[in-house]
């Protein structure tokens, strides 16, 4: 499989919990996406990876939320203390630059 | 504001007949991607179609093509000849060639394909 996958796919965790979601892009693609989309809504941007640089954070990352990607392939996003504002689809995409490829989202419930 | 907007949240078409779901966009700049994405039920966000702002000729996919009329900031979609596999939300988004690194998103138009 040479897609986009995200691992992983369901995580329910209780709020205060931290949780980890870990993101691996098409391995010839140097630019790695994080979104967040809530039930009947598009994709919100959260941040932005060329290569192993952070290039842009949206206001809607709070300090809670923090994003790597250390080598410059796959990435990784925590989210510390969830709360419950914090449940929707997180979605990753990597691109070469001409339009963005989508992984399947790891859906995350706070209760 | 860079914003898209997506006037029919809901749409539905007859099987084998052709629907257009509309777009509109609001940008200053004059050089950017446009991008039709596909999202089944729980299922992946695929994408479907792709116009470079430049390039007057609409772009084509097998049954999908797209109306682009750059000044009208506008961008549809026709699927023609729909099927049942077609029934999906689908986002019109774009983004901007000066910096590749968001895409804009649409709220979504969910499209209901009738047997």
């Known amino acids: 499989d040479t897609g986009v996958s995200q691992d992983p796919r369901h995580k329910i965790t209780k709020r205060g919990q931290n949780v980890t979601f870990r993101c691996d892009p098409i391995?010839?693609?140097?630019?790695l996406y994080w979104y967040r989309q809530t039930l009947g809504q598009g994709p919100e941007f959260l941040t932005y990876?060329?290569?192993?640089?952070?290039?842009?954070k949206s206001r809607l990352l709070s300090d809670r939320f923090s994003a790597e990607r250390p080598k410059g392939s796959f990435s990784t996003l925590e989210i510390q203390r969830t709360e419950q504002g914090d449940s929707a689809m997180y979605l990753c995409?990597?691109?070469?630059?001409?339009?963005?490829?989508f992984g399947p989202g790891t859906r995350l419930t706070v209760t | 504001a860079q914003t898209v907007t997506q006037s029919q949240p809901e749409m539905s078409v007859q099987e084998a007949e052709t629907v257009t779901l509309s777009c509109t966009y609001d940008?200053?700049?004059?050089?950017?991607?446009l991008f039709w994405y596909k999202q089944p039920p729980s299922r992946q966000m695929i994408l479907v179609i792709r116009?470079?702002?430049?390039?007057?000729q609409n772009a084509t996919e097998n049954r999908f093509s797209v109306n682009f009329q750059k000044a009208a900031k506008s961008f549809s979609l026709k699927i023609s000849d729909s099927q049942l596999g077609d029934a999906a939300m689908y986002f019109c988004?774009?983004?901007?060639?000066?910096?590749?690194?968001?895409?804009?998103f649409g709220p979504g138009t969910s499209l209901s394909v009738i047997p």
């Open positions: 116009q470079e702002a430049y390039k007057q």
């Open positions: 988004a774009y983004l901007l060639k000066t910096s590749y690194d968001k895409v804009i």
């Open positions: 940008t200053s700049e004059s050089d950017y991607y």
């Open positions: 391995s010839e693609h140097n630019r």
């Open positions: 995409a990597s691109s070469l630059g001409r339009g963005q490829y």
């Open positions: 990876f060329q290569n192993e640089a952070q290039l842009e």
